[in-house]
C-alpha cells in the first residue's frame, strides 16, 4: 500500500494563505485532501484525478486549488482567504479513502 506523508500546516491569521504537500511512497491515482475539525467528521474538501481533473467542496471551491505532480507523486493544497472555520487537521488519501493508508496529518489552525 502507498504510504503517504503530509506537510505544510501552520497557524494563519484570517485572510491568509497556507500550501500543503502530500507525498506518496509509489503511483497515486485519484486523490484527495480530506480535514477533520474537533467535534466533527472527516470530510473531503478537494480531489483530483491522474489527468487534473479537480473537483472541490462548496465552501472551498474559489479558495483552495489542489494539483499534483504525477512525476514526483505529490499531490498539493494552496489555501487561500482562509477563515477560523478551516482550522482542522489535514490528511491526503485516496478517493474513496483507503483506511489503511491515512498518515498523521497535518494541523492548520486560522486565528488571529
Known amino acids: 500500500q502507498v504510504q503517504l506523508v503530509e506537510s505544510g500546516g501552520g497557524l494563519v491569521q484570517p485572510g491568509g494563505s497556507l500550501g500543503l504537500s502530500c507525498a506518496a511512497s509509489?503511483?497515486?491515482?485519484?486523490m484527495g485532501w480530506y480535514r477533520q475539525a474537533p467535534g466533527n467528521q472527516r470530510e473531503l474538501v478537494a480531489s483530483i484525478t491522474r489527468g487534473a481533473i479537480t473537483t472541490y467542496k462548496d465552501s472551498v471551491r474559489g479558495r483552495f486549488t489542489i494539483s499534483r505532480d504525477n512525476a514526483k507523486n505529490t499531490v498539493y493544497l494552496q489555501m487561500n482567504s482562509l477563515t477560523p472555520e478551516d482550522t482542522a487537521v489535514y490528511y491526503c488519501?485516496?478517493?474513496?479513502?483507503?483506511?489503511?493508508?491515512w498518515g498523521q496529518g497535518t494541523q492548520v489552525t486560522v486565528a488571529s
Open positions: 509509489g503511483r497515486i491515482f485519484t
Open positions: 488519501n485516496t478517493v474513496p479513502a483507503n483506511p489503511s493508508s
